[in-house]
């Protein structure tokens, strides 16, 4: 489930078992309308999806750069002002920054990166079985024979990247190797401002953290994740500790569990919070038993459904739950995810029993569904959230705790992949995704998928996601991002007008330039664009 973009683990959310339809404007229960959510022109072209088109007199195409003749693209990224690409001829491959190359020509090359402020680049490239690092087009490393994803500092001032000759790894920050030896090396990475810098070295099969060139915190025996605390000093490993996980904070272990959900920050950075669960192996069933964690003490207990009997075979013959940082979902794990609201308020779902899920607010409950089968949203002023619940053969769309419009639900596998809110909560989005057998085992992300809108239903799409969606200042308009729209190729909806199809359009590349006015990236054909579409 995603709360505007946050990932979806797939795996997980097919054990919710749901089956969403589309709400009806008045609330009550109806087939999904179909069609687009703006007038359709008479004079205007259609897609596949039955939405129509942007007329190109509304449209803008700027040439930002095309693949050199004889070449082939081997990778892209894109920035908010600037696109970087590798291209590869004659087996040798280069890399182009807005259409002009940048350093030479190499064996391979990996990961490129740009600085936050966008003045600067960087990647590793290949020489004869060594890497080097590139910054900025000019090399800043001696050769070695393994590299890790460089970083960049925010203004673009430091570079790190680390660094193996065999299994002696260092650390290399402005072409300095400094810190401790390790025998293997996470990618680094800066805080905001540049003045610290983690990484992550294994000795001995242990993992350790390295803050600004000093071990810090314990060893581990893996780790999966880690970030800044809010205010860039401290830091949030999800760590594995024989087969146990727990989230380390500052260099201090919480609780052993089988699965960590993810972990929130109060506003002021004083406190954090997560959700986590234990697994039970008992005869023919495996109970689970979800936890909220406050402040690295285990603060409410919950009971999830668990697997075996009527879960049986979704997890194979194994039977085994899937551990480590996950994203929680409240009927299986007993707790979802746990946040703070902008006024630090504490924001969860729990399961007390069978059919008994309830989200709580700052500790208070509010109504019970079987399941809640939605992220909980909370708008950008903390005023207000919204949910989706399940109870009986409906669905309900739940805002301020108050149950509103309910629909049927359907037999077929179905939920709520991500859901969002303006900054005043007066409009709520979220999108519906319909799999079938092969997406039901994790095989492909294909399905079919539409967004709802204020209760309204958009097109529908056989894709492999619909991303980045974001309303507009005003919560009037709002777009997403289509992959997989038509085979590969991918589009954009504004408003619910479709836009041709492209070979690749950038993830998260799509932003508004004013209120009736987008921009994205794409690929069309050889062609690097940057896109306007306008409602006016």
């Known amino acids: 489930m995603r709360k505007f973009t946050e990932p979806c683990d797939v795996a997980l959310f097919v054990l919710a078992l749901l089956a969403i339809p589309l709400l009806s404007e008045n609330g009550r229960a109806q087939s999904a309308p179909e069609g687009p959510l703006v007038p359709v022109p008479t004079n205007q072209n259609t897609s596949q999806s039955g939405s129509p088109l942007f007329p190109p007199s509304q449209v803008k195409e700027e040439l930002v750069g095309e693949i050199s003749p004889g070449a082939e693209l081997a990778g892209a990224r894109s920035s908010e002002n600037h696109l970087a690409w590798v291209e590869k001829a004659g087996g040798k491959k280069t890399v182009r920054l807005d259409g002009k190359q940048i350093g030479g020509t190499y064996d391979d090359v990996k990961y490129l990166e740009f600085s936050k402020d966008e003045q600067h680049v960087a990647f590793i490239a290949k020489r004869q079985s060594k890497w080097v690092l590139v910054v900025d087009g000019a090399d800043h490393s001696r050769e070695y024979g393994k590299m890790t994803a460089p970083t960049l500092s925010a203004n673009g001032k430091f570079f790190a990247v680390g660094t193996c000759v065999e299994k002696k790894c260092r650390l290399v920050v402005n072409e300095e190797e400094i810190g401790p030896e390790f025998e293997d090396i996470s990618a680094p990475g800066f805080n905001t401002d540049g003045d610290h810098c983690v990484y992550f070295g294994k000795r001995k099969k242990k993992w350790i953290m390295v803050l600004d060139n000093k071990e810090s915190g314990p060893e581990m025996d893996d780790f999966a994740y880690w970030r800044f605390s809010p205010d860039g000093n401290g830091t949030v490993v999800a760590a594995q500790f024989k087969s146990d996980w727990t989230w380390v904070v500052n260099g201090t272990p919480g609780p052993s569990l089988d699965v960590i959900g993810y972990l929130d920050f109060s506003s002021d950075g004083k406190h954090y919070a997560y959700g986590g669960t234990e697994a039970q192996s008992g005869f023919k069933k495996t109970k689970t038993h979800g936890v909220v964690v406050i402040d690295g003490r285990t603060a409410g207990s919950y009971e999830g459904k668990g697997f075996g009997g009527g879960w049986q075979g979704l997890f194979g013959a194994s039977q085994q739950i899937a551990t480590g940082p996950r994203h929680l979902f409240p009927d299986f794990h007993g707790v979802s995810d746990v946040q703070y609201t902008p006024d630090d308020k504490l ?65 077929e596998l179905s939920f709520v992949e991500t859901i969002a809110m303006n900054k005043d909560g007066s409009h709520l989005a979220y999108e519906i995704v319909r799999g079938g057998n092969q997406f039901k085992q994790g095989l492909t992300r294909r399905a079919l998928r539409r967004m709802v809108i204020d209760g309204k239903a958009g097109p529908e799409y056989d894709s492999n996601d619909l991303s980045h969606f974001r309303f507009g200042e005003g919560g009037t308009h709002y777009f997403y991002e289509v992959y997989g729209a038509v085979g590969d190729r991918d589009r954009v909806v504004f408003d619910g007008i479709d836009s041709k199809i492209f070979d690749t359009v950038f993830r998260n590349s799509t932003k508004f330039v004013d209120e009736t006015t987008i921009e994205f990236v794409a690929q069309d054909g050889r062609r690097f664009l940057r896109v306007l579409e306008s409602l006016k």
Do not use: C, M, W
């Open 347 to 411: 924001v969860y779902a729990g399961r007390q029993g069978e059919g008994n899920v309830t989200v709580y607010v700052d500790s208070v409950p509010g109504p019970n569904f079987e399941n809640i089968v939605s992220s909980i949203v909370v708008s950008g002023d903390g005023k207000h959230l919204a949910y989706l619940g399940k109870k009986d053969e409906s669905f309900v769309e739940v805002r301020d705790q108050v149950p509103g419009p309910s629909f049927p639900g359907k037999r």
